[in-house]
Structures are given as C-alpha cells and as structure tokens.
C-alpha cells in the first residue's frame, strides 16, 4: 500500500486491513535531503509526512517502509519536466510519475515483500471486463483522479486496488476521524508534488537557462519584457506583467526570437489536434485508420467535451472538436473517455 502521509492513502490502507488483507505500507522517498527535508503543502515530499505514515501504520498495526526513489524520479520525472519547459511545452508530470516511478517501484516492492496486489489512494475504480482491467472514475466527481492514470499498462492493472473508488472525499474524511487516524486533518495536496508552494519558476531557475525578452502581442506590439520563456505557460493569464485594455494570455513561446506572444483567449482555442503517445487502457489498441466518438479532458478536472477520434498509428490519434473549439496546450495529456471508462489517452502535440 502507497502511504504519502496523507488522508486519502491512511484510510485506504484501513479499509484493505477491515477487508481481510494483509497490509504492509511502502513510502517513497523521492526528493533529495535538502529538498525532502521542508515541509509543504505536499505529502510525498516531507519529512513530516514520512512520520505521518509511519505513525498510521504503526497505529495499524503493518509493517511500514521507507524505499528511495530519487534518483529515478530525477531521470524520469524531474529531468523531464524541466526539459519540457525549456523547449516550450507545458508537462504533467504527475502522469509520468504514475507510469515511470510510482507504480513501477510499487509493483518491485510488492514482488520482494511477497504481495499479489498493490493499492494507492487514488479516487479512480477499476472493473475487470473478460481478460481486461478497465479503469473508471471514481463516484466522487470532484476528486476523481482518472486522468493521471491513462498511461498504465495492463500488466499494472491487473495487481492494483483502489480502495476509495467508490468513496467521497467527505465519507473519507469521516473514517478518518472515526477512527482517530493522525493524518485525518491533513490539508489537500498540491498538484506538483516537488514544488513548494506552486513557485515552477524558482525551481526551474537554477535548471533551465532564462534569458529575458520582448513580449509582443499579436498585431506587433511589444507590451513589456518576459523573464525567459521557461518562467511562461501557454494558456497563462496572471503575472505577465504587462497592462492591457482586455484579458491577454500566453499563446505562443516563439524559441527562435525568444519571444513572448500574447493574444485574447480564442486565440488558444482549436478545433483539432494531434496526440502523440497513445495508451489504450481500458480497450485494445483500435486498428489504424478506426474512427470513434469519445468524451475528451485536455486538463485535470475539466469539463469533458465530445470529440471524434481518428486512429493514425499505433501511438497517435488525430482529434477533432466538432461542437467545441478547445484551449489546449502542448505537452498536456488529452484524455477520452465513453461514460464513466476511460479508454485512453496521450500527449498534446504542439
């Protein structure tokens, strides 16, 4: 079981202990010392979430332990992350996590403990279909966490419990009092677990060359001066520094002439794009040149939109909006859905 020091991972690992399982909790150490050592909005970063979690399990009565993953969420998560900035995409790289640290190490730490399954906190289902393991939102509209798990593969599936699948966040909160867990009155995670207090651009200072520029809007104009185009995310609105007679936002990070372009919101919006990357999880891999009508999400937590997918290769799909034209931003996973199953999902492309 995943323990992060968290609400959402203590009571799951009571309930799976309530049903009969025989628990052993595992947390990551992900940030090197200096870094891990602060506390912050995050649960899998601090010190003090490592004693959280040890106090659940030891209050639970499982054996607990701490397993170092730095090095590899450096190379896969954070390397990454900051490579994606530089050349101007906008990553997510709590989907990279699940796919390249998180649920790998979770799986080697199952097989050397000797567990048939492993289990996370996550507000997502999974419904076995013949010989398929299907991933669901979880009941929880709010709180459902789907979107971050279309990279997973069958093989991870087929061994992974998701105890609050069918839980709200309020009912969690409430088996957390009950049964007077330490970790019952923790805050809610940040998005970027490794960042404290959401500052992106302090963390990418040091790691990504940032040579100020011009910010221009779309007719020409410069409006002010950029800090360096990694510091910018397509789609931002606030901190641009620049004062307008309308709302303007990020459209465009011109690498070549280091430039900052900015353009009213519809200049973000297309009616189709390509995504690179496909997973099929819910469902085998269409056949090439397959069209299909889906839900999509190109965020975390929006409101999902009809789309038509076409089936170019074996890892891209061609997207169109036929109702709606969409703010997207590449290096963001685009996500489809039919109800309530996911069916897969990829990488934004620019």
């Known amino acids: 079981m995943a323990m992060s020091g968290g609400v959402d991972s203590s009571v799951a690992a009571l309930l799976l202990k309530e049903q009969g399982f ?13 870094e891990g050592d602060r506390e912050t909005t995050s ?25 170092d993953h730095a090095n590899n969420f450096e190379r896969e998560v954070i390397d990454p992350f900051c490579a994606d900035y530089a050349t101007g995409n906008t990553p997510n790289p709590c989907v990279r996590c699940n796919a390249f640290v998180k649920w790998p190490g ?5 097989s050397s403990l000797g567990c048939s399954y492993v289990a996370t906190g996550h507000y997502a289902q999974i419904r076995r279909e013949g010989d ?21 593969p069958q093989t991870a599936l087929e061994r992974t419990l998701f105890p609050l699948g069918s839980l709200t ?12 867990l330490p970790t019952s009155g923790t805050e ?24 100020p520029g011009p910010i221009q809007d779309t007719e020409g104009h410069v409006l002010g001066t950029h800090q360096g185009l990694p510091a910018y995310t397509i789609g931002q609105r606030k901190g641009l520094g620049i004062a307008a007679g309308r709302p303007l936002y990020v459209i465009e990070k011109d690498r070549d002439e280091n430039l900052l372009v900015v353009g009213p919101r519809e200049a973000l919006c297309r009616r189709d794009f390509v995504v690179a990357g496909v ?19 190109v965020r975390y937590r ?3 939109i009809r789309a038509e997918l076409h089936v170019q290769s074996t890892d891209t799909v061609h997207v169109a909006l036929p109702q709606h034209e969409q703010a997207i931003a590449p290096g963001q996973s685009a996500v489809w859905y039919r109800g309530d199953v996911l069916l897969g999902g990829g990488i934004i492309q620019p």
Request: proline letters at 4%.
């Open 43 to 67: 649960n899998c970063a601090s010190v003090a979430a490592f004693e959280r979690a040890r106090q659940v399990c030891e209050g639970l009565e499982i054996p607990h332990h701490i397993i």
């Open 279 to 297: 997973n099929w999880v819910s469902v085998p891999s269409p056949a090439v040149s397959t069209k299909l009508e889906a839900e999509l999400e």
């Open 188 to 211: 809610e995670s940040q998005d970027i677990c490794f960042i404290p207090e959401g500052d992106y651009r302090s963390f990418l200072a040091p790691r990504v060359r940032m040579l």
């Open 169 to 180: 966040k309020e009912r969690v909160r409430t088996v957390a009092e009950k049964a007077s």
């Open 132 to 152: 398929r393991a299907q991933i669901l939102r979880g009941t929880d509209r709010g709180k459902d966490q789907s979107y971050a798990l279309y990279s997973l």
């Open 106 to 110: 979770l799986l080697e730490s199952a």
């Open 302 to 304: 929006t409101r999902a």
């Open 22 to 34: 025989h628990v052993q909790g595992v947390t990551f150490r992900l940030l090197r010392t200096e």
